[in-house]
């Protein structure tokens, strides 16, 4: 089996769903939601974001609010291989 290139790039809203901690190894961590909409209104679809750089983190503490809008890239992991998407960030921006 081949393997292709994990990279996304999503943008959207903030949900409330927004949380900070730490991993098992201490090092600092935020989850959070977005919902990406097309022009329509009609398709949407609700994307997990985590984010593990703590430089990133930081940022996300200062700037994360929810109903804001943020584009974001990384790519897709899937650790209990479900049907859900969740992308681990590695860059974040707030336009």
């Known amino acids: 089996m081949s393997r292709g290139i994990n990279s996304v790039a999503v943008s959207g809203n ?3 769903d927004i949380s900070f901690g730490e ?3 201490g ?5 959070f939601t977005i919902i990406t909409e097309k022009k329509d209104k009609k398709h949407r679809a609700i ?4 984010i593990y750089l703590p430089g990133l ?3 996300c503490h200062n700037l994360l609010r929810e ?7 990384g790519e897709l ?3 209990d291989h479900k049907s859900s998407c969740e ?6 921006a707030f336009p």
Do not use: F, H, K, W
């Not at 109903?67 to 890239?73: L, Q």
């Not at 992308?87 to 974040?92: G, P, T, V, Y």
């Open 14 to 16: 903030v949900t409330r």
């Open 23 to 25: 991993t098992d190894g």
């Open 27 to 31: 090092n600092p961590y935020c989850s």
């Open 47 to 50: 994307v997990r974001l985590n």
């Open 57 to 59: 983190v930081q940022v």
């Open 67 to 73: 109903g804001g809008y943020v584009v974001v890239a």
């Open 77 to 79: 992991m899937n650790p």
């Open 87 to 92: 992308i681990r960030c590695l860059e974040i």
